[in-house]
């Protein structure tokens, strides 16, 4: 038996190889303890369907798309001139990630700058995967044949209208996916974007995360699924505010996939 | 495009005002084709000149036009009910106080005045008709304006006349006061819509613009310059403070939003009772855009009267409060973009006045130091796969 491989584009470049794809995992995925896992997740799939992959490691860099929705357009432009440079040089062609926001700025933001790749969301690779016949689903798992419901994110919805991708990928896993009353186009934010998650919500009634947190309950799952570290986050909070912890789960497309393979 | 403007394919988004916007829209133009002839019959003073060429078309056409008339006038009804019974919460907003809100009552009331005045001429005119006086023309029965002529029974043919002759003057000068009054009104929206939705934009929303001549910048100071190319002396004001520094397609959807409100009633942030209201980003650019222009006709300073739509107009406490979520510009009907505002808004504050929150600022250093938002170590980022490089594979 072999452990789990992840390696890097320098290593990869060394061994005179190039992977396929490179998985971008994002600043959360590195570092929040919680995304963390979403991350370990899906590096297991890719393992595990022998998907030919690389991550940049330490040579990653903060997109910039904070920075640039909170108006500092240098600051974005600096780490996104050294992010092209870098991928440019290991002559990236195919970029995987679990972030929306990095989706949305690699996809879109960064062919300005001189860095044109062909970029996907996980739930889009986890969908090809499942309909390919890659990815092997086990029967049961702890949400067979019950409620789960998508929250969708902004940068994946409505701003590159990815909105079935990551709907059939929870279709697959036998369980029954109910929607909320804003969904898809209409779905309502949960309160991260825009640079908001670094900072505190203006003065107001409420917080944006409760409001949606108290719709994803109003149906009934036992389980939120989300596509975003962010969104994870606020609706993590959300849940807690509730004190709904014990009987409600906040978890990403690529846990649940994973969970389902044995992994 | 088409069908987002002709179409109107983004209302059905919300079928009802959808039925009633589409009643206006058609009843709109094509009663219009009645006013051509109301200018035909007035310059050459002739009487329904199209009657007796277009024979029973004619009188179809009329027919048409009289229950397009009558469905503008129940539109009118149930949008001024909403309005002011059911009191709809995107039309109770703050920033619809005073003025914006008599302007949509008077286009409503305006209208149906309109409609009222159609409906009685052509039931005086049908009346004198059939009392033979001339140049009446008999038509085959209008269904709808038939039903208001027993009104009539006991007028005398003056009375008639006179009812008759000032319905068709009081429409027809209604329409092109109207046709005026429209220009000083949220109601240019019925010629700009379509030019907004023309230049609106199609590709991913989630798409910020980049500002190249911060590129030339960047790849300065990386030493990575491609071109031999001297930056430029002046470098222009970076995002915008003012409506000078947007671009000519924010100012003309400012001009073609209608101040409906569904951006508004889906932005999270207004939902949840923050300050920001996409409708008002809109609104606040066109009064700005006519207060300069007002003043520049007055002989005035213009822009440099020392206010700006930042400040004076729209605060940091509005533009902070975005998520950028895209759902103002996913919920307008003909895709006005109040998100661009808003972002060029906030580069102005970040990058000339460094005016973010401090939470912001603490952000930024982060990722100037630690290419990340949080303050984690860069030699830490690649952490987390130790533990996942252990595992045995199953």
């Known amino acids: 038996m072999s452990t789990y491989q992840v390696p890097t584009l320098a290593e990869m470049a060394a061994a005179s190889k190039t992977p396929e794809i490179l998985f971008w995992v994002g600043c959360a995925g590195s570092f929040d303890e919680r995304y963390k896992i979403v991350t370990q997740a899906f590096v297991k799939i890719l393992n595990k369907v022998g998907v030919s992959f690389a991550v940049l490691g330490p040579e990653e860099a903060c997109t910039g798309d904070p920075a640039r929705r909170a108006g500092n357009e240098f600051l974005f432009q600096m780490q996104a001139v050294a992010n092209i440079q870098v991928m440019n040089a290991y002559e990236v062609k195919k970029v995987v990630t679990a972030c929306p926001h990095c989706f949305n700025t690699i996809k879109n933001e960064y062919p300005a700058l001189g860095g044109n790749y062909e970029v996907i969301h996980h739930s889009q690779f986890l969908q090809q995967l499942i309909h390919e016949g890659k990815v092997v689903l086990q029967g049961g798992g702890e949400f067979k044949g019950k409620k789960i419901t998508f929250h969708d994110s902004c940068y994946l919805g409505r701003a590159n209208e990815v909105y079935e991708a990551p709907r059939e990928v929870i279709q697959a896993l036998d369980v029954e996916l109910v929607e909320m009353k804003r969904c898809k186009s209409k779905g309502l934010c949960c309160g991260a974007g825009g640079a908001q998650m670094f900072k505190e919500p203006e003065p107001g009634a409420k917080d944006i995360n409760i409001e949606r947190t108290e719709e994803a309950l109003a149906t009934g799952a036992q389980a939120i699924a989300v596509g975003c570290p962010f969104c994870l986050t606020m609706m993590t909070d959300g849940i807690k505010n509730k004190e709904r912890e014990s009987d409600v789960q906040v978890v990403d497309l690529a846990e649940l996939v994973a969970k389902r393979m044995g992994i | ?394």
Request: hydrophobic fraction near 45%.
């Open chain 2, 1 to 394: 495009m088409a069908l987002v403007a002709f179409g109107q394919q983004k209302m059905f988004a919300r079928p009802i005002p959808a039925l009633l916007h589409a009643l206006l829209y058609v009843g709109f133009l094509v009663i219009n084709l009645e006013v051509f002839e109301f200018v035909l019959d007035g310059l050459l003073g002739t009487h329904r000149v199209l009657a007796p060429t277009l024979g029973k078309a004619y009188v179809f056409a009329i027919n048409g036009f009289e229950f397009l008339a009558f469905g503008v006038l129940i539109s009118c009804v149930i949008l001024l009910f909403r309005r002011y019974v059911l009191r709809l919460a995107r039309f109770t907003k703050p920033e619809l106080k005073g003025w914006p809100r008599l302007d949509a009552t008077l286009i409503l009331v305006i209208e149906m005045v309109l409609m009222c005045a159609i409906l009685t001429m052509n039931a005086a005119d049908q009346v004198l008709a059939n009392q033979a006086v001339s140049p009446y023309l008999p038509l085959q029965t209008l269904f709808l304006s038939s039903q208001i002529q027993p009104l009539l029974q006991g007028w005398s043919t003056e009375e008639v006349l006179i009812l008759e002759r000032g319905a068709w003057w009081f429409h027809i000068l209604g329409i092109l006061g109207f046709a005026v009054y429209v220009t000083f009104s949220k109601h240019l929206h019925i010629f700009l819509a379509f030019p907004a939705t023309w230049y609106s934009n199609l590709r991913a929303k989630g798409e910020m613009e980049s500002m190249p001549e911060v590129t030339k910048e960047v790849q300065l100071m990386l030493g990575i310059a491609t071109t031999s190319e001297p930056a430029p002396s002046e470098m222009g004001r970076f995002g915008a403070k003012d409506i000078n520094d947007l671009s000519w397609v924010n100012l003309l959807q400012a001009y073609a939003c209608t101040e409906c409100g569904r951006c508004t009633s889906e932005c999270p942030a207004n939902l949840t009772g923050k300050k920001l209201s996409p409708r008002k980003i809109m609104m606040d650019v066109r009064d700005r855009v006519e207060e300069v222009g007002k003043s520049i006709d007055a002989g005035g300073k213009g822009l440099e009267d020392g206010k700006s739509l930042l400040g004076d107009y729209i605060s940091k406490e509005e533009l902070n409060a975005c998520t950028s979520c895209n759902a103002c510009v996913q919920a307008c009907p003909i895709s006005l973009d109040p998100l661009s505002v808003i972002l060029q808004m906030r580069r102005y504050v970040a990058m000339e006045e460094s005016g973010t929150p401090a939470q912001w600022n603490t952000m930024f250093q982060n990722m100037e130091t630690s290419f990340s938002p949080w303050k984690f170590s860069p030699s830490d980022r690649f952490n987390w796969a130790e533990k996942v490089k252990e595992e045995e594979m199953k």
